[in-house]
Nanobody, 124 residues
């Protein structure tokens, strides 16, 4: 049973930084892992994808500000978020799937496993 547990959310002023973590357990092989977010009244959207070292993907809205990474030894997925703006306010979710087609990597319905989410609030 794959389990994902996020942490690291919080409140920060615009221009600030946060680092989210997602500890994964129960994975018997390499999975595609990703971060999604959902703001109030909006659909869940893909933020960043980690396929393997050197293969990552970002939504246009976060390119150059967010960095996704993975620590194999700790089975932990990270999301380093810099230059945060109020538009980044959302619940952030970690997701995983054994395989994801390239064209589906930023779509929520491509992922099988989800964490409970962690709230990120950015004030102006």
């Amino acid at each position: 049973q794959v389990q994902l547990v996020e942490s690291g959310g919080g409140s920060v002023e615009a221009g600030g930084s946060l680092r989210l973590s997602c500890v994964a357990s129960g994975m018997t092989d390499r999975y595609v892992m990703a971060w999604f977010r959902q703001a109030p009244g909006k659909e869940r959207e893909g933020v960043a994808v980690f396929v393997s070292d050197g293969i990552t993907r970002y939504a246009d809205s976060v390119k150059g500000r967010f960095t996704i990474g993975h620590d194999n030894a700790q089975n932990t997925l990270y999301l380093e978020m810099n230059r945060l703006s109020p538009e980044d306010t959302a619940i952030y979710y970690c997701a995983a799937a054994p395989q994801v087609l390239w064209e589906s990597q930023l779509r929520p319905n491509a992922y099988d496993y989800w964490g409970q989410g962690t709230q990120v609030t950015v004030s102006s």
